[in-house]
């Protein structure tokens, strides 16, 4: 098949949309199909390996120049901007699917010249509705969702029940691999310290401030646990200021964002990772590759991260959002015991090879295709 991936974002801006177009890029041209991305005029065009996948960019307007009427209205006419240049270009060149990845875009298909036979999916990855986007997604003919979980949240605004995709990880990439003590050390981790690990953006939704007061909880009272902060943003300077003032600033380190292909390095001098996000994750993209490095996973019981992580604790730990006292148990329960974190390692490895590789992902994805 001819297929199309449409997002502005995708040549401007990093995110778990823009991993999931490349990689389906990716995968989908490996499995035989001519696959093209359009995305807005930007830097950012990741390697694709001498694959033929044709990236086109288009001039648009970015979001900060639109008038202020809320952050959707400004998210809409960024996209709509980018549509005017773009939209001959798509038409010409008569695809059989058009994937967009955002409500935002449901006009395309509206704008589609009379006769076009080019139809368009919506891969679903989150909730980013708007008034009349219920009128406009008439005309999406295939849903597909990241998680059973995000499949409901759609099924309820849209009436429309998604297949259910998955999104994936580079098993290349995020494999497991030894240890490195030299890192640990350059990080400033004695030997014999159990280091957990987070990588993301440092926002108040990932709800690193519970993990930060598990430390002072006496669960973990001379155990040594700390805890490794990759990533930026603007929760940092109140999560400093609360290690300070919780007594555990010195176990907590805060590094500088890394490239995503650098985080595999950093993940192996981790004995163990925490997401603790506090509002619903569709899915969890750097939960799953953390797991894939072969990390045990302490994570939150919400949204989608359930689905990544299993529900039997084979895999990892997962815990209420937002309380940190179930966090410091659990916390305390992987830094005593060596043999267990091996364990849930090897197992979640496994698990993400067997499930949430982006070769599956696009095979879910070319079947509800072919079935719409």
């Not at 499995?31 to 694709?48: A, M, Q, R, T, Y």
């Not at 849209?158 to 990080?187: S, T």
């Not at 999560?239 to 950093?266: C, K, M, N, Q, Y």
């Not at 090879?353 to 719409?372: K, P």
Request: net charge positive.
């Amino acid at each position: 098949m001819k297929i199309a991936f449409i997002d502005v974002t995708v040549t401007v801006s990093f995110g778990g949309v823009q991993t999931a177009v490349w990689e389906l890029a990716r995968a989908l041209h490996d499995l035989g199909h001519e696959v093209s991305v359009f995305g807005g005029d930007g830097s950012i065009h990741p390697d694709l390996g001498g694959r033929d996948i044709r990236v086109q960019t288009f001039p648009f307007t970015p979001r900060e120049k639109a008038l202020d009427f809320g952050s959707r209205f400004r998210r809409i006419w960024e996209r709509w901007t980018f549509a005017r240049q773009a939209r001959t270009a798509v038409a010409a060149d008569a695809f059989d699917w058009v994937i967009l990845t955002k409500p935002f875009d449901f006009f395309w298909p509206w704008r589609m010249p009379a006769g076009s036979r080019t139809r368009f999916c919506f891969m679903s990855g989150g909730t980013d509705f708007f008034a009349g986007d219920r009128r406009l997604a008439r005309r999406i003919d295939a849903w597909v969702a990241c998680s059973h979980f995000n499949a409901w949240q759609i099924y309820h605004r849209y009436k429309r029940f998604p297949k259910v995709i998955f999104n994936g990880v580079d098993i290349d990439r995020f494999a497991p691999r030894p240890p490195d003590p030299a890192l640990r050390a350059r990080l400033g981790f004695a030997p014999g310290d159990v280091v957990f690990a987070f990588a993301g953006r440092v926002v108040g939704l990932k709800g690193l401030w519970v993990p930060i007061r598990a430390l002072a909880d006496p669960a973990l009272a001379g155990l040594p646990a700390k805890l490794l902060i990759i990533g930026d943003g603007p929760a940092r300077p109140a999560l400093e200021r609360l290690a300070r003032e919780l007594g555990v600033s010195e176990r907590v380190t805060f590094h500088a964002p890394v490239p995503h292909g650098d985080l595999p390095a950093l993940y192996a001098a981790a004995d163990g990772c925490v997401f603790p996000s506090t509002v619903d994750e569709a899915f969890g993209i750097a939960v799953a590759e953390a797991m894939a490095v072969g990390l045990p996973v302490i994570a939150s019981y919400i949204g989608g991260i359930p689905e990544v992580v299993g529900n039997e604790a084979g895999c990892g730990i997962l815990a209420p959002a937002g309380d940190p006292s179930p966090w410091a148990t659990a916390m305390a329960a992987l830094a005593t015991d060596p043999i267990r974190r091996e364990q849930l390692g090897r197992a979640a490895a496994a698990r993400i090879r067997e499930i949430f590789t982006w070769r599956h992902s696009a095979e879910r994805l070319l079947a509800a295709l072919q079935a719409s």
